[in-house]
């Protein structure tokens, strides 16, 4: 009952520094998401991963890349932390694009930019 | 573009009390709706979910109606519980307008107490 698996659950980085979120999920799917939760400001998506092989940016995609490793695998790189990237950041993935079947989402990964 | 607005909390209420959480939204296509339900350090789980108009989501008490007309899907439960407060999620997914991923409502933190 894994379901979608985020590494680490907490992080706190330098101005300036890298780090690369990971995510993998179980359950044969498609699509990967990645979004970012604020205060008062709900989830907005980063990128997204239609299949293995293709991404697409999001909402907010500016200061993050993403790499689709393989079906299962979806990771976030911050190249260059900024303290505006303080953040939840949640992955997601579902069966089929299009709000058929409903995202199912990891326990996030909690970050801090000093 | 697309967007969900729903009421802000936080919303306080004593156990057995009946609970409405309003959201209405804009879309460009024709979306399916869902209320996502988070609790405290955890991440989303899809409460229910709605895919055309004046369809019924239902999942533990809880229900909304996909109301085209006034484009609302506002959450309803007719005896709250303690084991009901958390944060409470509106998003729709409108993939007729060429993109993936959810939009989600700011969230609506709900307090039941005993």
């Known amino acids: 009952n894994a379901g979608v698996t985020q590494t680490p659950k907490f992080q706190v980085l330098k101005t300036g520094q890298s780090m690369t979120l990971q995510c993998a999920q179980d359950?044969?799917?498609?699509?990967m998401y990645w979004y970012r939760q604020d205060p008062g400001m709900g989830l907005r998506l980063i990128y997204y991963?239609?299949?293995?092989?293709?991404?697409d940016k999001g909402e907010v995609p500016n200061g993050y890349n993403v790499s689709r490793l393989n079906k299962r695998e979806f990771s976030l790189r911050l190249e260059s932390a900024a303290p505006s990237q303080t953040s939840v950041y949640f992955c997601?993935?579902?069966?089929?694009?299009?709000?058929?079947?409903?995202?199912?989402f990891g326990d996030g990964t909690r970050l801090s930019i000093l | 573009g697309d967007s969900v607005t729903q009421m802000e909390g936080p919303v306080t209420l004593s156990e057995e009390a009946f609970l409405t959480i309003n959201c209405t939204y804009t879309?460009?296509?024709?979306?399916?709706l869902f209320w996502y339900v988070q609790y405290p350090g955890e991440g989303l789980q899809l409460l229910l979910k709605?895919?055309?108009?004046?369809d019924k989501g239902s999942n533990k008490g809880f229900e909304a109606t996909y109301r085209k007309e006034t484009t609302s899907f506002h959450l309803e439960k007719g005896s709250v519980q303690v084991s009901d407060s958390a944060v409470y999620f509106c998003?729709?997914?409108?993939f007729g307008r060429g993109a993936d991923g959810l939009t989600f409502g700011k969230g609506t933190h709900l307090i039941i107490q005993p």
């Open positions: 998003a729709l997914s409108d």
């Open positions: 879309a460009t296509g024709y979306p399916s």
């Open positions: 991963s239609a299949s293995e092989g293709t991404t």
């Open positions: 709605a895919t055309k108009a004046d």
């Open positions: 997601a993935s579902t069966g089929q694009q299009g709000g058929v079947q409903p995202q199912h």
């Open positions: 359950m044969n799917h498609n699509s």
